[in-house]
């Protein structure tokens, strides 16, 4: 099912471009989230991994020229050390409750770093959520409203 979630989220990402002017945070973004919108701590600590990566990215920009393949490649690295970090640490256990605050995957950060830095923060995540719902939608209607983990 990634595979597809992935397709409809390239899918989905090219028609809000081209309604809206707005990329999704990345190609494969959309898809992957999709795919783990029912574990909302990993979206949310991939979030903020962007955010922070974000963050850092702009106060590196104040120091050096960035635009580019430079700027996708440096938010990229920095989103893919800080999610790797996340993976060092285990899972945050709260009552009984377990939270996993790994990253979706290693690029999801760096990619949604790149297009906040591009377009905005909000403007990136709203389209964000809004192409990983559809997808997620899609998803859950081929499999026959079977919700898949």
Partial sequence: MLVIAVGLGMFFNLILMELTGLAAGGIVVPGYVAMTIHRPAQVISTVLVGLVT?????????????????????????GYLIGYLTRIFPP????NISLDL????????????????????????????????????????????VIIP
């Fill in 54 to 78: 974000y963050v850092i990215v702009k106060v590196i920009s104040r120091y050096m020229l960035l635009y580019g393949r430079r700027l996708l490649i440096l938010c990229i690295l920095i």
């Fill in 92 to 95: 945050i256990t709260i009552e």
């Fill in 102 to 145: 790994t990253t979706i995957g290693f690029v999801v950060p760096g990619l949604l770093a790149y297009w906040m830095h591009r377009q905005g923060l909000i403007e990136t995540l709203s389209a964000m959520v809004v192409a990983a719902v559809l997808v997620r939608l899609i998803i859950v209607l081929l499999s026959g409203g």
